[in-house]
């Protein structure tokens, strides 16, 4: 036979076996992963019990995917459900998730511990003594859903929209429940971004019209990370294998980082600087970018909004490019070497290594910067604008290597039903007029403004989030919930217990990443995918005949899902439809009748993901089938530069171009899978919507910003009070040297290690035994200093409004000077409460005036439970809950909290214990009353009369009348 | 064999040829069949040929160490790198680099039809040919004919038919002219007199520097013809153990099998090139190197039976050098 028809005959047998869907080349170890069974033998995979060893036991399992719900980075899991029990086993990695690409870390085979917990929620609980005390009565899903339907309606009919409120922390979802909110139009829809990543994106927004990056770390030639958390946390594994793909390809990764990292320890450079200098740097590498002339000039003169910047600011409406770089040069000629070495304390020297190693990136430079110094610093938002200028310079911006805006890679599809009505009320607790720049909800300031505004919530859902714990100053909003008069009904949704929940009305249990439905999708690299989250054993039993309506009959106890949660409560709202939000939860099969989330999810895969009816219909099966064999399905490869993208001839339609190179159009929308989102750009005043740039006289898709271009100047920032800031620039944190007492330093606790997440693995006993405690990292020179002798010794530490004791951990991975206490431990239950065991210690709670206490009464250790692991857990000490002693500092731009703490450390005294606590609200009022006043108001800075930029970005963006300017507001209670 | 087979077409066979030297899986049975191969064997048989035998990483053939890992794989990784691709955990695996080369093939057709890609497609091709001369056929037509040699009847079709293949991949750019620099920067093997035992054992089970590949069966087959006991254990500690008993036999026997290596270097000089008669160079100087230690051992045993006792040899180097 000859070779051709040996190649034929391979390739007809590869086209056999594929046409049946199965994997012909299962793939080599060394090349794929050719660990995990193949797909086609999913539904009936058999391994050996290893528990059974020597004897060889098979056991036969149905591998069914979900999405790891323990981040924000939803890897695909793979659920071993053992075919005789139909219980799951264990999980592993996806193989077909585009994302994680079968690799997980260990928080996603910890999901395991998670839903086995023995002191997980399964029931419905109502309180019954006062909040926090303690007494819960189990009650049914009827009960709880016709109580809060019926708060809701109530103040939906007294046209109280806004004292309805959804605070969440992992959204974990796209989109279902904002759109929920629209439609029931109200403007509750409150997030935990501004303690998290508001810095890093409002520098990001008013660069690119979009708010997240989306490195092409695998094929980048240089990699700057300002964050240890990034990779040690948000979207952790899927860019952690990327960046090492990178650095075995070549890629030199610079990391910013007070602390030796885990990332750091990868870096060809790590920089250690004072916290807060990160922006100095990036500007000193971008001064010397541009006087050295190695920058993209090219690039700059297309895209930056560089003629809209000397007209308003200079003067020069008719300004040459050459004009342009020549203030350009000179507005940051200061921004030296030296400079930027005596604000970070690094050495000059290293930093124009540093610089040159950027420079020669090209187009090939993927930066990153997430919470880390963008979330620690007041002008913490300027890390990411400075750090995009680098980008913006080397035109490395949707490159091939370089950094994507998050919306070009990521793919939300549009489900059925879109609400077609706006809020009516502006929220002014969640959007306050001091901040009309906050790129997210003040949600952290929740019981000062409360507070301010005399606010009532009547009903107050916790998803997912445990504010008392994460925020700062969590006694205040101990406060704040155990206050009548402030929250009227308090529902914390979660699967297990919080601080949060023990001050709730209503404690209902809802499922992990195995027991839920939903959609997600992440910018994780230059592509497009869509993830699919399943309730696992509602899919397996249906699998094997049986029919299922509810989440609630497969999953354990009474524990639900949010979607069918959320239908059946709307539907309660509105049984007759006469409030006019029933209907978005309404069959779109079976007019008048309920959606089912079967229905809801085989729209969308029928209808708005581009290529997965092909590619089910391939292998013989309906899209929903699809995903829920594969769990996940990539959209688009190669996204690429898509604002250089031309603007198809159907879209433009008596065309206008205005003197800023901006293109109107009169064509309407055209249709898109896509669910809507983004900014919104006004039209012009004819009414026509903008749907491009011209430039060099092309007409191209341009960037989501007011300008269309790349916003080197932020018309919105000058205009709303901040003209000082508007370009990337520097600001001095509040934790600079020049501010701090001698015997100050800055703690940093923007960090955690990356087997634990915020507030729900404590339950998870493999990432416990990892992971248990958070001691303080300090510096041996600064040990000897203060006093402390040895690792493990206890410290007080404090800060502005309290102090907490901790063991010490001396280390040369902290700069000297510095001080740093990641932020994941010191979990806590009150006395008297039920809640978890696992990673908690049980405490006294103090109150005498405004001075509050925490000591812990026991710590932890072993415990008697159905899992005779829990007898086995050889650690007591779980960490100290520091963020209590945090005051609020809202940046008074960006609205982030800024995280880092000025504190003093100082050896314990005789009766200190580790976990202890103790905080002064009074002085946290008067921080929180110091940082309001560094606000600008749109009362006074508004241009327009309104109460924040209309373009900007919004979760549930309220009527366009909302956002007008009342009459100023008189402050009460201040 | 017959006429050229252009790509990505060549990429189909290349690919299934590569996966056959994975361990068994489900895809083995339908390959074999598509390929007219016999059933393939069970998994003791692939570990032992793979395992024990015949490793199927480039880095044993032409690392001066003769094992896995090291310079050679570096260089190899490099080679991966140069040409645009991820590095995989193994990258000089046969496998992987009969990937490479089938997944360079393909770039390369894919390439030719895009108008105005001629110098990609022209340096595309030069990198597939460089994967070739440099880092496949220095090793691997010596290594599948030693495969045909020790496998069974599944292995040594398999192969025959790898072996073909890429001898006719070869042939399309002509023998190779000249020596591939990792070839020449290899030390020779060095003579035990001078330099110890140790070295000397370690350089003859390295084949870029002794030109032989030798095996545990070889060694085996050693002991059983010499009638000497064979110690269990990794080559170098079996190779000392039968030095041990009977220095001159051993090292006139290994002599033997380097001659015999020799010459299979030489038949494949033509279609080769330079590669294979840099092989047969040393094959000759290893086989010559071994008898004149064999026979400095009979003189030795020879004078010390008289009482006389001579120079060094390598059954008195074998318990200073290790």
């Known amino acids: ?974 | 064999m017959s006429d050229p087979v252009t790509p990505p077409e060549a990429g189909e066979l290349l690919r299934a040829l590569a996966h056959l030297a994975e361990p068994p899986g489900p895809a083995h049975p339908t390959l074999a069949e598509a390929l007219g191969l016999p059933a393939p064997p069970d998994a003791a048989t692939h570990t032992d040929l793979f395992g024990f035998q015949l490793y199927p990483y480039a880095s044993v053939y032409l690392g001066s160490e003769g094992m896995i890992g090291g310079e050679a794989e570096e260089r190899i990784s490099g080679f991966w790198r140069a040409v645009g691709r991820e590095v995989p955990p193994e990258p000089d695996h046969l496998a992987s680099l009969m990937g490479l080369y089938a997944a360079l093939g393909e770039e390369e057709a894919e390439l030719a039809a895009e108008p105005g890609a001629e110098a990609r497609v022209t340096l595309v091709a030069r990198s597939r040919r460089a994967l070739l001369e440099e880092h496949l056929a220095p090793w691997v037509f010596a290594f599948l004919e030693r495969i045909e040699e020790l496998g069974g009847t599944f292995h040594a079709r398999w192969a025959e038919m790898l072996r073909g293949c890429l001898l006719h991949e070869l042939a399309r750019g002509g023998a190779i002219a000249s020596r591939p620099v990792h070839l020449e920067v290899a030390p020779p093997l060095p003579d035990p007199r001078d330099e110890g035992a140790a070295p000397f054992m370690t350089a003859l089970l390295a084949p870029v520097r002794s030109g032989v590949i030798l095996t545990r069966a070889d060694l085996a087959r050693i002991a059983r013809a010499l009638e000497l006991g064979l110690r269990a254990g990794e080559r170098r500690y079996a190779l000392k153990h039968l030095m041990g008993q009977a220095a001159p036999d051993v090292l006139a026997a290994l002599a033997e099998e380097a001659e015999r290596q020799a010459d299979l270097h030489a038949a494949r000089s033509a279609p080769i090139g330079a590669p294979a008669s840099f092989l047969e160079a040393r094959a000759r100087g290893t086989a010559e190197l071994l008898r004149t230690l064999a026979g400095a051992a009979r003189a030795s045993e020879l004078a010390e039976s008289d009482g006389t006792a001579g120079e060094t040899t390598p059954a008195t180097l074998e318990s200073r050098g290790s």
């Open chain 1, 1 to 974: 036979m000859t070779h051709d028809e040996l190649n034929q005959r391979v390739s007809a047998a590869r086209a056999e076996v594929e046409a049946r869907g199965e994997t012909f080349y299962p793939g080599a170890s060394r090349v794929h992963l050719a660990s995990f069974p193949p797909k086609e033998r999913w539904d009936d995979w058999v391994e050996l019990d290893s528990k059974a060893w020597p004897e060889r036991v098979e056991k036969r399992y149905m591998l069914v995917p979900t999405t790891c719900f323990n981040c924000e980075s939803a890897c695909g899991l793979l659920a071993y459900v053992d075919r005789d029990t139909l219980q799951v086993r264990k999980f592993e990695g996806n193989p077909e998730h585009p994302g994680s690409r079968g690799r997980n870390c260990a928080k996603g085979p910890a999901t395991i511990n998670q839903i086995t917990d023995p002191d997980r929620i399964l029931h419905p609980l109502k309180r019954a003594g006062r909040r926090g005390e303690g007494k819960w009565e189990r009650v049914s899903w009827d009960e709880a859903l016709d109580d809060i339907a019926g708060r809701i309606r109530t103040a939906m009919n007294e046209d109280r929209h806004d004292q309805v409120m959804y605070h969440v922390g992992r959204p974990g979802e796209d989109g279902y429940t904002t759109r929920m909110l629209a439609a029931w139009g109200v403007d509750g829809h409150n997030s935990h971004t501004n303690v998290c990543s508001s810095g890093a994106r409002a520098g990001y927004h008013w660069w690119m019209g979009m708010d997240r990056p989306s490195p092409d770390h695998a094929n980048a030639a240089v990699i700057v990370l300002v964050s240890s958390h990034l990779e040690t946390g948000h979207y952790f594994n899927p860019h952690a294998q990327r960046i090492v793909e990178g650095k075995k390809n070549g890629a030199k990764l610079i990391v910013l980082d007070t602390r030796l990292s885990n990332t750091a320890t990868h870096a060809d450079h790590w920089l250690s600087p004072y916290p807060g200098s990160e922006p100095a740097i990036f500007l000193a590498v971008a001064s010397w970018m541009l006087q050295e002339g190695r920058y993209d000039r090219e690039y700059v003169r297309r895209w930056w909004n560089w003629g809209e910047y000397m007209e308003a600011v200079h003067g020069e409406p008719e300004a040459s490019f050459d004009r342009f770089e020549e203030v350009l040069k000179g507005t940051y000629e200061g921004y030296t070497f030296e400079f930027a070495a005596a604000e970070s304390g690094l050495d000059a020297d290293e930093l124009r290594v540093v610089a040159e190693t950027i420079a020669s990136a090209g187009t090939r430079l993927a930066t990153h910067n997430w919470r880390s110094a963008g979330s620690g610093n007041l002008g913490g938002w300027q890390v990411a604008r400075t750090l995009t200028f680098l980008n913006a310079l080397l035109g490395a911006l949707a490159t091939e290597g370089g950094t994507f805006p998050n919306s070009w890679n990521r793919f939300s599809p549009r489900p059925p039903r879109l609400p077609h009505q706006h809020p009516k009320r502006w929220n002014e607790v969640l959007w306050p007029r001091e901040y009309p720049l906050s790129l997210m909800e003040m949600s952290y300031l929740m019981p000062h403004l409360m507070r301010d505004q005399d606010a009532f919530v009547d009903v107050y859902f916790t998803r997912v989030y445990n504010p008392v714990w994460t925020n700062p100053d969590g006694f205040s909003w101990v406060e704040m919930l155990s206050d009548a008069k402030r929250i009227g009904l308090h529902v914390a949704m979660t699967p297990t217990w919080n601080e949060t929940a023990y001050f709730a009305d209503y404690v209902l249990p809802m499922g992990h990443s195995s027991e839920r439905h939903d959609i997600v999708s992440y910018e994780q690299y230059d592509g497009q995918w869509v993830g699919f989250r399943q309730p696992v054993l509602r899919t397996a039993r249906t699998r094997m005949g049986e029919t299922l309506t509810d989440t609630r009959q497969a999953n354990p106890g009474e524990v639900w899902e949010e979607n069918e949660f959320w239908i059946e409560l709307t539907w309660r709202i509105d049984p007759d439809g006469s409030l006019g939000i029933r209907e978005f939860f309404e069959s779109v099969e079976r007019p008048g009748e309920k959606m089912t989330v079967e229905e809801y999810y085989r729209w969308i895969f029928e209808n708005s993901v581009p290529g997965l009816p092909e590619a089910a219909a391939a292998e013989g099966i309906s899209p929903l089938e699809y995903m829920r064999r594969y769990g996940a399905f990539e959209v688009e490869r190669k996204v690429g530069r898509v604002h250089e993208r031309p603007v198809p001839d159907a879209e433009l339609e008596d065309v206008r171009v205005d003197e800023d190179g901006r293109v109107y159009s009169r064509a309407p929308v055209p249709p898109s899978p896509k669910a809507p989102g983004g900014t919104k750009i006004d039209p012009d005043v004819e009414g026509r919507r903008r749907v491009g740039v011209r430039v060099d006289g092309e007409i191209v898709r341009g960037w989501p910003t007011p300008s269309g271009k790349l916003e080197f100047w932020s018309r919105t920032v000058a205009e709303w009070g901040w003209p000082e800031l508007a370009i990337p620039t520097y600001v001095k944190s509040h934790i600079h040297p020049e501010k701090l007492e001698s015997d100050q330093m800055p703690l940093i606790s923007t960090f955690r290690v990356p087997v634990q997440i915020h507030t729900r693995s404590a339950n998870a006993k493999w990432l416990d035994e990892i992971a248990h405690t958070n001691p303080l990292w300090i510096h041996p020179a600064d040990a000897a200093r203060v006093g402390v002798a040895r690792t493990g010794d206890l410290v007080r530490v404090e800060g502005e409004i309290g102090y907490f004791v901790l063991k010490a951990w001396i280390t040369e991975g902290i700069r000297p000077g510095v001080v740093a206490c990641s932020h994941h431990m010191g979990r806590w239950k009150p006395e008297g409460q039920p809640g978890q065991r696992l990673g908690m210690m049980t405490v006294a709670l103090g109150q005498e005036g405004s001075q509050w206490s925490l000591r812990p009464t026991e710590h932890g250790g072993p415990f008697e439970s159905p899992d005779p692991d829990t007898m086995r857990v050889w650690w007591t000490d779980v960490g100290v809950h520091q963020n209590l002693t945090h005051a609020v500092h809202p940046d008074p731009v960006s609205g982030m909290h800024c995280w880092h703490q000025a504190v003093r450390v100082r050896p314990a005294e005789p009766d200190d214990q580790p976990g202890d606590v103790s905080v002064d609200v009074a002085r946290a009022r008067a921080t929180y009353q110091d940082w309001l006043a560094m606000a600008r108001s749109a009362d006074e800075h508004s241009p327009d009369g309104t109460r924040r930029p209309y373009w900007m970005l919004r979760p549930v963006r309220p009527e366009r009348e909302a956002y007008r300017l009342p009459e100023r507001r008189t402050p009460v209670g201040v």
